[in-house]
């Protein structure tokens, strides 16, 4: 397998290198992913967004003078990408664990997550920032029956529009210096995403 072909958890040395971006050397995430090697630019904006062909087109406009030119550079690539890139950013999404107490719920999401992926081909997204812990499953389960019931090409543009909005916290963060090496990037925080490959 190429490093091409690697996806963001196939590849061993992704915490390493965002560990060098984690802001314990007192500057700002911002500064820090301007002045990154290419490799931990990617690596880091890959814990943003799994597309590789975002990361690099991300990391390629760098530097940034400030967060806000490097969201609008993310939005642009967003935007860019194809079908192929889209697939590959969803399926780096991974289902988020429940507590025992959630368990019934936990089994009624799972189930509309699987009937969300073959309707749609892909894994369901939603950015849930700003939602408490407590609030996310009594939120999730409404928004995916009513994205289930909408057509394709409305869904699709949903999911790309929650992809993008999901990829700006974590930037934000990330500028910051707040994103946490292994648990800022996709699916990692239940508050921020919940996708699921079940």
Known sequence: ?????????????????????DGHDGLDGLVRLNAAD?????????????????ARRVAAH???PAPDALLAAADT????????DLCEAFAAEAAAAFTPSQARAAGALRAAHAAYERRFGHV???CLD???????????????????????????????EELRRIARG???RLAEGTLVPGRGGPARELRECQGSRQ
């Open 130 to 160: 700003g939602c408490r812990p407590e609030e996310t499953l009594g939120r999730l389960l409404p928004a995916l029956a009513a994205r289930l019931s909408g057509a394709l090409h409305e869904e699709h543009a949903t999911a790309c």
């Open 62 to 64: 760098r530097p940034y």
């Open 1 to 21: 397998m190429s490093s091409e072909e690697l996806t963001l958890h196939d590849d061993p040395d992704r915490f390493d290198r965002l560990d060098r971006l």
């Open 38 to 54: 290419p490799d931990d630019a990617e690596a880091a904006l890959l814990a943003c967004c799994g597309s590789r062909r975002w």
């Open 170 to 172: 974590r930037l934000t």
């Open 124 to 126: 369901f997204v939603i």
């Open 77 to 84: 690539a967003a935007r860019a990408l194809g079908r192929a």
